[in-house]
T-cell receptor, first 121, second 114 residues
Framework: AQTVTQSQPEMSVQEAETVTLSCTYD???????LFWYKQPPSRQMILVIRQEAYKQQNATENRFSVNFQKAAKSFSLKISDSQLGDAAMYFCAYRSASEWAGGTSYGKLTFGQGTILTVHP | NAGVTQTPKFRILKIGQSMTLQCTQDMNHNYMYWYRQDPGMGLKLIYYSVGAGITDKGEVPNGYNVSRSTTEDFPLRLELAAPSQTSVYFC?????????????FGPGTRLTVT
């Protein structure tokens, strides 16, 4: 079974600065997807960024980028030019890609415990 | 296009009561999921469905039941509510095609069992 670990329960950053949230995972699969989700106080789950394991290039979405280290099973999220609206709980999530080959993963997401990000003005 | 909607937003139940959490999506997605989020934790899968009439258990199915009679609706039934079921419940849906990545989440239902 896959596991996802976020070792930082809380992080804080000054507005306009950069912060990195850590995530490690454990899997025996070679093909999978990794995601970062943002959960603001409204509770809505918002997809921030995704990474396909077969791609060597790190994903980037505007101020958000990842550092994907497949051999180390590490998937960190970097937020540049932090804004007050970035304050939220952030979850790292794993999904097997095996369903595309007739596997039985059914697209289930396995989540880490979350990191609460505080942004100071 | 409303996406994934859930009702109610909040509910307080007494121990032993039953209730149904409603989930509806208007994106014609085949795959639907129910997760629960305990305080300070990530989401865990309760049940999922890959199409109308097809459901299966996730990681934490005990105390819950589901049905999927239409593509749009995926209700979650709690029988004999227990304090351990105090949680926030999220419904999600996804297009089952090979090119789809994202699960779309509803706004959640906060349930307290006392």
């Amino acid at each position: 079974a896959q596991t996802v670990t976020q070792s930082q329960p809380e992080m804080s950053v000054q507005e306009a600065e950069t912060v990195t949230l850590s995530c490690t995972y454990d899997t025996s699969e070679s093909d999978y997807y990794l995601f970062w989700y943002k959960q603001p106080p409204s509770r809505q789950m918002i997809l921030v960024i995704r990474q396909e394991a077969y791609k060597q290039q790190n994903a980037t979405e505007n101020r958000f980028s990842v550092n994907f280290q497949k051999a180390a099973k590490s998937f960190s999220l970097k937020i540049s030019d932090s804004q007050l609206g970035d304050a939220a709980m952030y979850f790292c999530a794993y999904r097997s890609a095996s369903e595309w080959a007739g596997g039985t993963s059914y697209g289930k997401l396995t989540f880490g415990q979350g990191t609460i990000l505080t942004v100071h003005p | 296009n409303a996406g994934v909607t859930q009702t109610p937003k909040f509910r307080i139940l007494k121990i032993g009561q039953s209730m149904t959490l409603q989930c509806t999506q208007d994106m014609n997605h085949n795959y639907m999921y129910w997760y629960r989020q305990d305080p300070g934790m990530g989401l865990k899968l309760i049940y999922y469905s890959v199409g109308a009439g097809i459901t299966d258990k996730g990681e934490v199915p005990n105390g819950y039941n589901v049905s999927r009679s239409t593509t749009e609706d995926f209700p979650l039934r709690l029988e004999l509510a227990a304090p351990s079921q105090t949680s926030v419940y999220f419904c999600a849906s996804r297009d089952g095609s090979a090119s789809s990545y994202e699960q779309y989440f509803g706004p959640g239902t906060r349930l307290t069992v006392t």
